[in-house]
């Protein structure tokens, strides 16, 4: 892992096991739609306001807009360390979000029971599908850009 990378985490216990503290400063739960089950049962809201998950203490990555903003914003560094349960499941992540997580990364690693180490592609190698679902939140960061 590079200095500024980012890793988002489907399961944020392991992280710790991996990481060290400095990295662990990088590293992001991603929860799953912003109203679903995982967001409201996971995280928990800090004295500051700020939403982390319950067992390190993360910032919460939770809904379309913000995986877009976050892959959009850190095509170079991010990195998603996510299972094929969770992945394909509609009752973690929305059509959008599945469509975002498939369509705007590469499968850098499969490791045993299905867990996947996903990299973010530069958006112009994004599929269709993602560039569509990101769309708005892209315009949000950057009104002026030429979609592809």
Request: charged share 25%.
């Amino acid at each position: 892992m590079d200095d500024d990378d980012l890793v988002l985490w489907v399961l944020p216990t392991s992280a710790a096991f991996w990481l060290s503290d400095d990295q662990l400063e990088r590293s992001y739960f991603l929860a799953g739609s912003a109203d679903g089950e995982r967001v409201q049962r996971y995280t928990k809201v800090t004295d500051d306001g700020d939403v982390v998950d319950y067992w390190l203490g993360l910032p919460v990555v939770s809904g379309v807009q913000q995986l877009c903003t976050m892959a959009y914003q850190n095509q170079r560094n991010m990195w998603i360390v996510i299972d094929d349960q969770r992945l394909n499941n509609e009752k973690t992540f929305d059509i959008p979000m599945i469509r975002v997580l498939k369509g705007a990364t590469k499968e850098l690693h499969h490791g045993t029971n299905k867990t996947y180490v996903l990299k973010v592609r530069l958006y112009e190698y994004w599929g269709p599908k993602s560039m569509s679902e990101c769309a708005a939140s892209i315009d949000s960061l950057s009104p002026n850009w030429d979609r592809p």
